[in-house]
C-alpha cells in the first residue's frame, strides 16, 4: 500500500520569499512517481511538478522545484518568489508503478501575505 | 484545447434522494477518473476508465454508487440513494493514457450537499 503524509496543514509566507512544502510517502514500488498538485479555492487541480523515481536531478517548473531525498522518501515542494496568486491548497500525490493509481496526501494551505 | 467539463458545479439534495453528475473529458483522452475529494481531504479514486472499460473501481460504494462510459468518451457517476456522508466534490480527470508523468486533466468538480 502507498502513502503520502503532508504534516503541515497551514503555512504563511511573505510575497517575493521561498517557501518548503513538506510530503513523505511510503510505498513498497520501486517504480512510482510523485506529483506535486495546486488546488485554487475555485476547485480545479492544477498540475505543478513531476518526479519520477529513476530521476536523479531534481525536477523544477518555473518558479517550482521538487526537492527529492529519496533514501528518507521525502519529496518536498520548494516555490521561489511566492505571488499572491500562489494562496492555495497544495497536495502532493504518488502513483504507483504497478497499478498506476494516484494516492493523495492531505493537503497543505499556503496563505502568501502581501 | 478545451479541458474537463463537468456538470453540474453544484448540487444540494435531501438523504435517500439520487444524484447524477456528468463529464466529459478531454478529446482524445483514453482514461477517465472520478475522484471524490471530502473537505479537508485529498482526492480519493472512485473508479478509473479505460476507453469504456472499468480498470479499478475498488474503492467505490457498489451499493450505492455506480458510474458508465458511454462510448468511450462521456461519463455519468450516480448515487442512489445518497446519505449524509456522500456530501463532497467529485472530481473528474482524464489522461492520454494510464502511467504518465504529466498527471491527469482535472475538471472544476461538482459540490454535492447532502441534506
Known amino acids: 500500500a502507498q502513502k503520502i503524509t503532508q504534516t503541515q496543514p497551514g503555512m504563511f509566507v511573505q510575497e517575493k520569499e521561498a517557501v518548503t512544502l513538506d510530503c513523505t510517502y511510503d510505498?513498497?514500488?520501486?517504480?512510482?512517481?510523485l506529483f506535486w498538485y495546486k488546488q485554487p479555492s475555485s476547485g480545479e487541480m492544477i498540475f505543478l511538478i513531476y518526479?519520477?523515481?529513476?530521476?536523479?536531478q531534481n525536477a523544477t517548473e518555473g518558479r517550482y522545484s521538487l526537492n527529492f531525498q529519496k533514501a528518507r522518501k521525502s519529496a518536498n515542494l520548494v516555490i521561489s518568489a511566492s505571488q499572491l496568486g500562489d494562496s492555495a491548497m497544495y497536495f502532493c500525490?504518488?502513483?504507483?508503478?504497478?497499478?498506476?493509481?494516484?494516492?493523495f496526501g492531505q493537503g497543505t494551505t499556503l496563505q502568501v501575505k502581501p | 484545447e478545451a479541458g474537463v467539463a463537468q456538470s453540474p458545479r453544484y448540487k444540494i439534495i435531501e438523504k435517500r434522494q439520487s444524484v447524477a453528475f456528468w463529464c466529459n473529458p478531454i478529446?482524445?483522452?483514453?482514461?477517465l477518473y472520478w475522484y471524490q475529494q471530502i473537505l479537508g481531504q485529498g482526492p480519493k479514486l472512485l473508479i478509473q476508465?479505460?476507453?469504456?472499460?472499468?480498470?479499478?473501481d475498488s474503492q467505490l460504494p457498489k451499493d450505492r454508487f455506480s458510474a458508465e462510459r458511454l462510448k468511450g468518451v462521456d461519463s455519468t457517476l450516480k448515487i442512489q440513494p445518497a446519505k449524509l456522508e456522500d456530501s463532497a466534490v467529485y472530481l473528474c480527470?482524464?489522461?492520454?493514457?494510464?502511467?504518465?508523468?504529466?498527471?491527469?486533466?482535472f475538471g472544476a468538480g461538482t459540490r454535492l450537499s447532502v441534506l
Open positions: 500525490a504518488i502513483r504507483s508503478g504497478n497499478t498506476g493509481k494516484l494516492i
Open positions: 510505498t513498497s514500488d520501486q517504480s512510482y512517481g
Open positions: 518526479q519520477g523515481s529513476y530521476d536523479e
Open positions: 478529446s482524445g483522452h483514453a482514461t
Open positions: 476508465f479505460q476507453n469504456n472499460g472499468v480498470v479499478d
Open positions: 480527470a482524464s489522461s492520454l493514457d494510464r502511467a504518465l508523468a504529466r498527471g491527469e486533466d
